[in-house]
Nanobody, 124 residues
Framework: QVHLVESGGDSVQAGDSLRLSCVGSERSFSDHAVGWFRQAPGGERVFVST????????YYSNSVKGRFTISRDNTKNAVYLQMNSLKPEDTAAYYC?????????????????WGRGTQVTVSS
């Protein structure tokens, strides 16, 4: 069992930046692929970005490509999501997810563990 804790969410203005963090409870967190997902009010949880165990493979949704950057520091059991040029449509609860088996976590069905989320609100 891996417990994931997200942090870094905030209320910001359009154009601002935020960095979200996801910290895993176990040293084995480095053996997991990790993904970020988001869920707007009334909407489904959708893929944002994912990173492989060794950081060599990274994917982004088209809506965030070029603005968001995912990274990880396995010495700290942490995965980060740097979000630049934020837009009102980025407003959502952001969740991190981990997979024991997949190379990456590209959809909700591939996740074995979830955090409780952190809220990002972007106003225009």
């Amino acid at each position: 069992q891996v417990h994931l804790v997200e942090s870094g969410g905030d209320s910001v203005q359009a154009g601002d930046s935020l960095r979200l963090s996801c910290v895993g409870s176990e040293r084995s967190f480095s053996d997991h692929a990790v993904g970020w997902f988001r869920q707007a009010p009334g909407g489904e949880r959708v893929f944002v970005s994912t990173i492989s165990r060794d950081s060599r493979t990274k994917y982004y949704s088209n809506s965030v490509k070029g603005r968001f950057t995912i990274s990880r520091d396995n010495t700290k059991n942490a995965v980060y999501l740097q979000m630049n040029s934020l837009k009102p449509e980025d407003t959502a609860a952001y969740y991190c997810a981990a997979s024991m088996w997949g190379t990456t976590v590209n959809n909700v069905h591939e996740a074995d563990f979830w955090g409780r989320g952190t809220q990002v609100t972007v106003s225009s």
